[in-house]
């Protein structure tokens, strides 16, 4: 990959004409809440000053990914917002998906809800009442459907960018990420197989699930394959909660959230301590990465969904969270963009010890 000087290295990958500075992104997976990451990538490309040389993601992250990569492929910048906006008109309830698609789809968003009431049916998938080949016995996801149509896998393996796509093997228990030059739309369905709703994905005879429990999203891929030090998380699932849940919907969704976000604390507290170790000159960083961290996270963004009674798939509901995302960016920007580069904007002790 060969890219152009500019003022903090070279710029590398997905890059429009006014890109200064290069990052790669960690997006988070969260089922609809994807829909804020959308509003993040929209914001940065639309900005224009990054290029970003990587992508790793997890789930709705890694979807946000490939779409992304593919409409800058095929039309630029601009391809890549029109892009991003067709595939979540596509999945809202204002989309052309078939019946039972639609029907597979609300109840995805349902599970993902931050608050689902224990009158949702479909909360007894995750307590084993139902299995998915029982349920869902035709294996329908319409989430495939809207990718195969959206997205040209061909032209996306030749992509200018490097694309890391997370599943969890349901043999070994461990990660496994799929790369740019191999990327399917099966290696992007299995990163988004939730096990209680859909059979496992088959790759190479090997089953997989959902990314999210081995690394939501995974950042050692960044460190071995970047050239630039800047890695930029978008992160949509809350650390932390400062209430009990009681019910028996709250409960469950909380212990979603921790083993959602369990494998990206374990890396960034490796992060803080090699980056500790480089700055006490116990390590060379001839040979260790320095990572400049920085994110933008949902905090006081999406409070208000966490509260809701449940999380519409609806078109404006997917509009409302883009805006927040866009919002979030735009902060993030004016407060962020000079030190990229220079310094982490995150600090990581103190927002994940």
Same mark, same amino acid.
């Given at each position: 990959?060969?890219?152009?000087?500019?003022?903090s290295?070279?710029?590398?990958?997905?890059?429009g004409?006014? /890109?200064?500075?290069?990052?790669?992104?960690?997006?988070q997976?969260?089922?609809?809440?994807?829909?804020?990451?959308?509003?993040?990538?929209d914001?940065?490309?639309?900005?224009?000053?990054?290029?970003?040389?990587?992508?790793t993601?997890?789930?709705?992250?890694?979807?946000?990914?490939?779409?992304m990569?593919?409409?800058?492929q095929?039309?630029g910048?601009?391809?890549?917002r029109?892009?991003?906006?067709?595939?979540?008109?596509?999945?809202s309830?204002?989309?052309?998906?078939?019946?039972?698609?639609?029907? @597979? %789809?609300?109840?995805?968003?349902? %599970?993902?809800s931050?608050?689902?009431g224990?009158?949702?049916?479909?909360l007894?998938?995750?307590?084993?009442?139902?299995?998915?080949?029982?349920?869902?016995?035709?294996d329908?996801?319409?989430?495939?459907?809207?990718?195969?149509?959206?997205?040209?896998?061909?032209?996306?393996?030749?992509?200018e960018?490097?694309?890391?796509?997370?599943?969890?093997?349901?043999?070994?228990?461990?990660?496994?990420? %799929?790369?740019?030059?191999e990327?399917? /739309?099966?290696?992007?369905?299995?990163?988004?197989?939730?096990?209680?709703?859909?059979r496992?994905?088959?790759?190479?005879?090997?089953?997989?699930?959902?990314?999210?429990y081995?690394?939501?999203?995974?950042?050692?891929?960044?460190?071995?394959?970047a050239?630039?030090?800047?890695?930029?998380?978008?992160?949509?699932?809350?650390?932390?909660?400062?209430?009990?849940?009681?019910?028996a919907?709250?409960?469950?969704?909380?212990?979603?959230?921790i083993? %959602?976000?369990?494998?990206?604390?374990?890396?960034?507290?490796? @992060?803080?301590?090699v980056t500790?170790?480089?700055?006490?000159?116990?390590?060379?960083?001839?040979e260790?990465?320095?990572?400049?961290?920085?994110?933008?996270?949902?905090?006081?963004?999406?409070d208000?969904?966490?509260?809701?009674?449940?999380?519409?798939?609806?078109w404006?509901?997917?509009?409302?969270?883009?805006?927040?995302?866009?919002? /979030?960016?735009?902060?993030w920007l004016?407060?962020?963009?000079?030190?990229?580069?220079r310094?982490?904007?995150?600090d990581?002790?103190?927002?994940y010890?």
């Amino acid at each position: 990959m060969t890219g152009r000087p500019g003022p903090s290295g070279p710029i590398l990958g997905l890059a429009g004409p006014r /890109a200064e500075k290069t990052v790669s992104l960690a997006l988070q997976g969260g089922g609809a809440h994807g829909a804020f990451t959308w509003g993040v990538l929209d914001r940065l490309i639309e900005d224009g000053r990054l290029a970003f040389e990587a992508i790793t993601g997890a789930s709705a992250g890694s979807m946000n990914a490939v779409v992304m990569a593919d409409g800058w492929q095929d039309g630029g910048p601009d391809g890549a917002r029109t892009k991003l906006e067709t595939f979540w008109r596509k999945v809202s309830l204002d989309g052309n998906l078939e019946d039972p698609q639609r029907r @597979i %789809f609300d109840r995805v968003i349902a %599970f993902w809800s931050i608050a689902g009431g224990v009158q949702n049916p479909w909360l007894n998938l995750w307590n084993g009442a139902i299995s998915p080949y029982l349920a869902n016995p035709l294996d329908i996801n319409p989430l495939r459907k809207v990718l195969e149509e959206l997205v040209d896998f061909e032209r996306l393996r030749s992509a200018e960018v490097k694309l890391f796509v997370a599943a969890t093997s349901v043999w070994t228990g461990k990660i496994r990420v %799929f790369e740019t030059p191999e990327l399917a /739309a099966d290696h992007v369905m299995a990163s988004a197989c939730l096990p209680t709703l859909f059979r496992a994905v088959e790759i190479d005879g090997e089953p997989f699930w959902d990314g999210g429990y081995s690394g939501n999203p995974p950042l050692f891929p960044i460190f071995y394959a970047a050239h630039c030090d800047d890695l930029l998380l978008v992160q949509i699932n809350p650390i932390e909660r400062r209430q009990t849940p009681q019910t028996a919907a709250e409960i469950q969704n909380r212990l979603t959230e921790i083993n %959602f976000n369990a494998g990206l604390l374990r890396e960034l507290r490796v @992060i803080d301590f090699v980056t500790r170790l480089i700055d006490e000159g116990k390590l060379s960083q001839n040979e260790y990465k320095r990572v400049l961290m920085h994110r933008i996270d949902g905090d006081g963004f999406l409070d208000w969904f966490a509260a809701s009674s449940r999380l519409n798939p609806d078109w404006d509901m997917f509009l409302r969270l883009r805006d927040l995302g866009r919002e /979030a960016a735009s902060g993030w920007l004016e407060r962020g963009y000079e030190s990229i580069g220079r310094e982490s904007t995150l600090d990581l002790r103190a927002a994940y010890s």
